[in-house]
């Protein structure tokens, strides 16, 4: 699209919205541009931020009309470049951050509707005043979007007790590639009328409509609540613990989390007021979180009573458990603190995998053998949700490398990882979803049959192929 087509594009959205709901390259719209690990930086045409669902529509409406294509962006967290511009200058991004009413919230039927612009951290705020939870837990909450944690089908801490994002949607509101509006947003909790539309958009990306608004799952909130923090020897180690937890405690085990001693030395560098709770190193690292919404002082004593039993088994090398809110936010922190403290580490090639929970000891040691290997003195930072078995395989520049040359590296590190991903009938991407960034990777090593419905129903919901094109679905 030439200069004076984009102009005229962009002044017919002003009109349509508002002017000061359309951002031209002319104005300060870096952070619509930049992206949180800094790999893509495409210009848009223009940003637009439509205040309503209709004003989303007609903007679909327009766009498709003039063959414009869009990169639907929420909260703009993403980090595989899902919402981010190509950089050719021809495709608009529709921003959703204005979208962030509370619609609705039902304290009898557990069920709250919100606007696709919502951050989660006031989600979170609706649920809890009305005495409910949504259990959706993320370290960037007050920033990402609801609507783009539900594009993206999040994980995060809780995924073990409540599972990811799309477990907690009952119905969602989409405009479609035609600008029509789908109005998915049920507060049932059973419906068997036929498909169940909503569950395509979910994970979708944005590459097959824009949500605008969603109906949401809520939760008892919990009156109970324990964390602890446990050092271990070794990943088999993680696994008996895990099992031991479950046993004892059931459904109330909401988080169980792993970490290594390298990531722990780096957020202790990142946080200058935080310290090791343990007091010694461990080679590994695991945070349990347990809730219940029954009142009383039961929780605590079972969950002593396991840690316990893990400490005589010789499973857990040293335990430290919350006293209090404070404690626990503190023992979060340094969880939460992993992927900004390793930074400190220089380049870090990041994979967001699934395996099977039994696989993850011979996974890891199988992986970290064959990388250490092809990158002699390679430090291996994997940490994760290790309950679900989605890992975040993070591998930290050597020392005595070079950036450019470790950046060099990070095709064979791939190969590497993603191999023994399929030979342990694993994902190559467990909660951070697709995007540009594992496009290619997708259409090599996905089933082809799965590739050609994923690719039918594109053609099918977006026939011109102009949302978020590029992302999870590439023509082949």
């Not at 989303?56 to 409406?61: D, G, K, L, Q, R």
């Not at 070794?234 to 990531?263: I, K, N, V, Y």
């Not at 400190?344 to 996974?363: E, M, N, T, W």
């Amino acid at each position: 699209m030439n200069s004076q087509a984009a102009e005229e594009l962009a002044g017919r959205l002003g009109q349509l919205l508002g002017r000061e709901a359309v951002l031209t390259p002319d104005d300060d719209i870096e952070r619509y541009v930049n992206e949180p690990r800094g790999r893509y930086r495409g210009r848009p045409l223009a940003v637009v931020r439509p205040a309503t669902t209709q004003q989303v529509a007609a903007t679909v409406s327009l766009c498709r009309a003039a063959g414009v294509a869009m990169v639907p962006q929420g909260g703009n967290t993403g980090l595989v470049g899902g919402a981010s511009a190509s950089g050719g200058g021809d495709e608009l991004v529709i921003s959703l951050e204005r979208m962030r009413a509370i619609r609705q919230v039902d304290a009898e039927g557990a069920t709250l509707v919100a606007e696709a612009g919502c951050t989660l951290a006031r989600v979170q705020e609706a649920a809890a005043g009305a005495g409910l939870l949504f259990p959706l837990s993320l370290a960037s909450a007050g920033t990402a979007t609801i609507g783009g944690n539900i594009a993206t089908n999040a994980g995060g801490h809780m995924t073990v007790r409540y599972g990811n994002t799309r477990r907690q949607v009952l119905g969602l509101e989409v405009v479609l590639a035609d600008g029509r509006i789908y109005n998915g947003l049920t507060e049932l909790r059973k419906d068997n009328s036929g498909y169940d539309l909503n569950q395509l958009f979910i994970g979708s990306e944005g590459t097959l409509g824009i949500i605008t608004a969603a109906s949401l799952a809520l939760a008892p909130a919990p009156r109970q609540t324990l964390t602890a923090m446990i050092g271990l020897d070794s990943l088999p180690s993680a696994l008996a613990l895990l099992r031991l937890m479950r046993s004892r405690l059931g459904e109330t085990l909401s988080a169980f989390e792993l970490m290594p001693r390298l990531a722990m030395d780096y957020v202790l560098d990142y946080l200058p007021d935080a310290h090791d709770p343990l007091g010694r190193a461990h080679d590994w690292y695991v945070f349990v979180q347990a809730d219940s919404a029954v009142a009383g002082s039961w929780l605590h004593e079972a969950c002593v009573d396991a840690l316990e039993t893990a400490s005589e088994q010789g499973l857990a090398r040293d335990v430290v458990v919350a006293g209090n809110d404070v404690q626990a936010d503190a023992l979060w922190r340094l969880r939460d603190a992993v992927p900004p403290a390793q930074k400190l580490g220089g380049v870090s090639l990041k994979h967001d995998i699934s395996v099977p929970v039994a696989a993850i000891p011979d996974f890891i040691e199988e992986s970290l053998t064959a990388v250490s290997a092809a990158v002699p003195g390679i430090r291996p930072c994997v940490f994760g949700h290790v309950g679900d078995g989605n890992l975040h395989f993070n591998l930290s520049q050597p020392e005595a490398m070079e950036a450019d040359a470790f950046r060099a590296a990070e095709p064979e590190c791939n190969r590497i990882v993603f191999d023994l991903v399929a030979r342990h009938q694993g994902s190559i991407a467990a909660e951070h979803g697709i995007g540009r960034l594992r496009s290619a990777e997708l259409a090599l090593r996905a089933d082809p049959v799965r590739l050609e419905v994923m690719a039918g129903l594109k053609r099918t919901l977006d026939p011109d192929g102009l949302f978020n094109p590029g992302k999870v679905v590439v023509p082949s």
